[in-house]
């Protein structure tokens, strides 16, 4: 069984960098695209990006000029890191796993929640 | 920018049928967008329901389908239970490596 684990810190301070890192146990890193969506308090989700296990990335476009997905293999992790961080960044943060063939997001981390405050 | 479009809320009584749907701003849903389904209860992370349209994920009871109706992707609850109260979210794929969720319809099940 595919499993997913968020893990970082839970509080950043603003203009500071957000870094998360995604651990993959129970399946292959190869085929798939490696995504990261969001959730604010309340509000609904939003798409961030993925990192194809080829290393290519892609990224949501509101979000593209403070976004970095990348890609440890070996390690079986990706991690995300979104720069200059504002209050409107904290939300609970999922990493996911998308298909190459038919796009769906089949497995979800538990989510980890980040707070963007001084 | 596309936007995805869902109900914001709907209200359906215990066992009875409800239909959301899914479209776009400017377009119409189909296959193409191999849209996907998932539900949320709150404090919880989203449970995959459908994918490609209609396809059900593992473990997702017959009373879930997806489908195309008219201009826009649906998502039919039959018999609705109570612990069918949640939120419901589509995703489509846009092409071109982007996804981009709708915004969420609140069911409610009195």
């Known amino acids: 069984q595919v499993q997913l684990q968020e893990s970082g810190p839970g509080l950043v301070k603003p203009s500071e960098t957000l870094s998360l890192t995604c651990s993959v146990s129970g399946g292959s890193i190869k085929g798939y695209y490696w995504t990261w969506i969001r959730q604010p308090p309340g509000k609904g989700l939003e798409w961030i990006g993925y990192i194809y296990y080829s290393g290519s990335t892609n990224y949501n476009s509101s979000l593209k000029s403070r976004v970095t997905i990348s890609l440890d293999t070996p390690k079986s992790q990706f991690s995300l890191r979104l720069s200059s961080v504002i209050a409107a960044d904290t939300a609970v943060y999922y990493c996911?796993?998308?298909?190459?063939?038919?796009?769906?997001?089949?497995?979800w981390g538990l989510g980890t929640r980040v707070i963007v405050s001084s | 920018q596309t936007v995805v479009t869902q109900e914001p809320s709907f209200s359906v009584s215990p066992g009875g049928t409800v239909t959301l749907t899914c479209g776009l701003s400017s377009g119409s849903v189909s296959t193409n967008y191999y849209t996907s389904w998932y539900q949320q209860t709150p404090g919880q992370g989203p449970r995959p329901l459908i994918y490609?349209?209609?396809i059900r994920s593992s473990g997702v009871p017959d009373r879930f389908s997806g489908s195309i109706v008219g201009n826009k992707a649906a998502l039919t609850i039959t018999g609705a239970r109570a612990d069918d109260e949640s939120d419901y979210y589509c995703v489509l794929y846009m092409g071109s490596g982007l996804w981009v969720f709708g915004g969420g319809t609140k069911v409610t099940v009195l």
């Open positions: 490609s349209t209609s």
């Open positions: 996911a796993r998308a298909h190459y063939n038919n796009y769906a997001i089949d497995y």
